[in-house]
């Protein structure tokens, strides 16, 4: 069973910066897609950024320019690094392991709460 372990959550102010980390208990690490989703309150859950096995990544509009994600295979981590955070940033952000085995497989971390507010 894969485990994904987020850290980095907590409160900022607008215009701040938070670095999410995401570790991985997997030896093949680096064949795993993978992605940051976050759920604001009264809210679906909603991809934020996505990197993939090779090193590309994307994100959603709302976050671009702003926001970065990373991976090093080497310690089995993924990172999201968050700049001139907005108070509509605010949510639990989680983190998504993904892989390709006939049919994805699917991972979530438990997840770590954001909150940008005065």
């Known amino acids: 069973q894969v485990q994904l372990v987020e850290s980095g959550g907590g409160l900022v102010q607008p215009g701040g910066s938070l670095r999410l980390s995401c570790a991985v208990s997997s030896v093949i690490f680096s064949s795993y897609d993978m992605a940051w989703y976050r759920q604001a309150p009264g809210k679906q859950r909603e991809l934020v950024a996505a990197?993939?096995?090779?090193?590309?990544?994307n994100y959603a509009d709302t976050v671009k320019g702003r926001f970065t994600i990373s991976r090093d295979n080497a310690e089995n981590t993924v990172y999201l690094q968050m700049n001139s955070l907005k108070p509509e940033d605010t949510a639990v952000y989680y983190c998504n392991a993904r892989r390709y085995v006939i049919t994805w497989l699917n991972y979530w971390g438990q997840g770590t709460r954001v909150t940008v507010s005065s």
């Open positions: 990197i993939t096995s090779g090193s590309r990544s």
